[in-house]
């Protein structure tokens, strides 16, 4: 009680007289902390619940018996904690992925349940490791993919869980992205690309070798979801046919394609299974907001009484192998994730935990789902997050961008949006074009639009905003992560008078460095990249005038730079290279380097440290907006380049 006291007196020193309606002020650390509890999933009898949950202030594997009773924690990890974890079909061990430092080489451990015992299958320096597969027939066995004999390539391995054993099951010719085993673990189907930019999928002959059975080229959307339980087929989301993927299923024996479910407005989302018969029970569209489409209909009643359990969307995460229990989580403006136990033979939900419940005491900020038009017609998605109690005329705004960029914006909580929100600024999040799931049209309208038409999107976005009287033409803000990064960077440098302030994180700032330090595995994926961002041959004057590094002359904008020293993806010589320009230039920037970070934050103590100074730093150069002063967070990697 008493820090609270604390937080708020300084509130009171840092509140100005424009944001005197606002709603209470929420602590940093209720919206960047760790959750309360994250995640559960059942195990496969449907005994128990695993979750994820703090420990030290790390997130660690807990468990707990299904009624809820004797939580107990089952991992003691003390460095960058378990983030993602499933259950194995033996349901003695559960699998989870972890790196070390933000660089992304991922190793897969098996904790043992009973002993607490935790093992590295993938003890392997500089290699990148994942879970590709599971079977419920064969429940001590698990598929891997592995690069450990080429970075660029990926191997498939199967790995048993009893012995830790790996055995090298295919080995990747050159040009394979993926590997897709049938319901027996045994791998069939290879996703590749052509070398042009195209992709397709391949079938094992008679001599080991693969041959092509379904090609598309660049211009085309299609993922393979799973095979058929008979092993007959694979189910798709392909847009081959149409503008938007549709789920389908695809004969091997006749070539034939069945559309099972499609939406003209959207992509075909998540697929959820039966699991003992692997056909497909529901997918979930979105375009604005997210519906389900129910391809069972047993199912229908089960998803008409969970709509009414509670509010926002839900989703099933979790199913023991009998079907008869379901965790299903409800995700909406004003709690990330709310998580019920659903018995479907007695038809009743029972609430398991709220990821953050101390939200509750604090009233959150509107999310308004919308559509702007570009320049040339286009129209784009978008989310306009307004902040409570005070006139929503005339307002600071943030334009807060998306990374990927084939990603896209949601619907629902969002941490930062409530952050800035619950600060006085309006907050407009826009789905570019290329951001993924709007079809295939909208996805082309980016080829080699980095800078270009992408950007054009993001300004007439803001315009947008300025024209319907939201938004403060004086006061705009653009922000973003990864490529958001980059729109940061091109918004300062290419319409330098728009912004007031920017923030940076994990940015690219040079497209031609960063096409040639991306991790080696992403170079199979070099002629899509050419096509999607630009040719490093044939496009090299283009890509060189979109890089805003070559335009730091032109930034006058304060800017805050976010980065992490382990970063693979965007390699910390992008911001280092860019804050050097700028500051021979004789332009001021601030540039913060998180020492155990990659792309993103995966420390508690990072995330609240940069949430703290991202606050601090638009405060002072965006009038009428409060804050929580930044002080610095015991446990952080962060410094500040001078």
Not at 156 to 178: K, M, R, W
Not at 448 to 456: I, T, Y
Not at 580 to 609: C, I, K, P, Q, S
């Amino acid at each position: 009680m008493r820090r609270l006291m604390l937080v708020s007196a300084a509130v009171l020193m840092v509140t100005s007289a424009a944001s005197a309606g606002l709603p209470g002020m929420i602590p940093r650390d209720v919206l960047f902390g760790n959750p309360e509890r994250l995640a559960p999933e059942l195990s496969p009898d449907g005994s128990l619940i695993a979750y994820i949950a703090p420990a030290g202030g790390v997130l660690n594997l807990w468990l707990m018996n299904a009624d809820g009773s004797d939580p107990r924690q089952i991992t003691f990890d003390e460095g960058r904690g378990v983030t993602n974890y499933f259950w194995a079909e033996n349901g003695r061990h559960i699998l989870y992925m972890q790196d070390q430092a933000g660089e992304e080489n991922t190793h897969v451990y098996r904790l043992d349940v009973a002993t607490g015992e935790v093992t590295d299958l993938t003890p392997f320096e500089g290699v990148k490791a994942y879970v590709s597969a599971t079977d419920r027939d064969n429940p001590d066995m698990i598929l891997i993919e592995m690069n450990a004999d080429n970075p660029m390539l990926f191997d498939s391995y199967e790995a048993d869980l009893n012995t830790g054993a790996l055995t090298l099951v295919e080995s990747n010719p050159g040009f394979i992205l993926g590997w897709i085993p049938d319901e027996n673990l045994v791998v069939r189907v290879a996703f590749a690309m052509d070398g042009e930019g195209g992709q397709m999928l391949m079938e094992k002959d008679s001599e080991g070798g693969w041959t092509p059975f379904l090609s598309w080229g660049v211009e085309e959307q299609v993922y393979p979801v799973r095979m058929t339980g008979d092993g007959s087929g694979i189910y798709l989301n392909s847009t081959l046919g149409s503008n938007t993927s549709r789920l389908v299923r695809y004969d091997f024996a006749t070539g034939e394609e069945t559309v099972l479910a499609s939406d003209p407005l959207c992509d075909a989302g998540r697929v959820f299974f039966d699991e003992s018969t692997v056909e497909p029970r529901a997918v979930s569209f979105t375009h604005l907001r997210t519906r389900v489409e129910i391809l069972d209909p047993s199912l229908q009643a089960d998803y008409d009484y969970l709509a009414t359990v509670h509010e926002g969307d839900f989703f099933i995460t979790s199913a023991d192998h009998a079907d008869d229990r379901w965790i299903v989580g409800y995700t909406s403006v004003d709690n990330p994730l709310n998580y019920y136990l659903y018995d479907r033979s007695e038809g009743t939900a029972a609430f398991l935990f709220s990821a953050i419940p101390a939200l509750e005491d604090y009233e959150l900020a509107e999310v308004r789902p919308l559509l702007i038009p570009a320049r040339d017609g286009l129209m784009l998605p978008s989310y306009l997050t307004l902040p409570a109690g005070v006139d929503t005329t005339g307002l600071p705004t943030v334009l807060f961008v998306h990374g990927g960029p084939w990603a896209r914006d949601h619907y629902g909580y969002d941490p930062i949006t409530q952050l800035l929100a619950n600060r006085g600024f309006a907050v407009l999040q826009v789905n570019f074009r290329g951001s993924s799931g709007f079809g295939r049209d909208f996805l082309n309208a980016a080829n080699r639009e980095w800078g270009g038409a992408m950007q054009d999107d993001i300004t007439d976005a803001a315009m947008w905003a300025v024209e319907q009287g939201y938004a403060d033409p004086g006061r705009l803000v653009i922000a973003g992560a990864s490529y958001g990064g980059y729109a940061t960077l091109a918004g300062v440098a290419f319409t330098p008078d728009l912004y007031a302030a920017a923030v940076d994180l994990f940015g690219p700032s040079n497209l031609i460095t960063f096409r040639q330090s991306v991790p080696a595995y992403w170079r199979p994926m070099d002629a899509l990249l050419d096509a999607r961002i630009g040719s490093l041959d044939e496009d090299a004057d283009m890509l060189a005038d979109r890089s805003p590094m070559n335009h730091a002359d032109e930034i006058r904008t304060p800017l805050l730079v976010i980065q992490g020293a382990n970063d693979p993806r965007v390699v910390q010589a992008e911001s280092d290279q860019l804050v050097e320009a700028l500051r021979t230039a004789g332009t001021a920037v601030e540039y913060v380097l998180y020492a155990d970070e990659g792309h993103g934050f995966a420390l508690e103590a990072n995330n609240l440290d940069f949430a703290g100074r991202m606050e601090e730093f638009l405060a002072r150069h965006i009038e009428g907006v409060r804050f929580e002063p930044w002080t610095p967070v015991e446990g952080s990697t962060a410094s500040v380049v001078e």
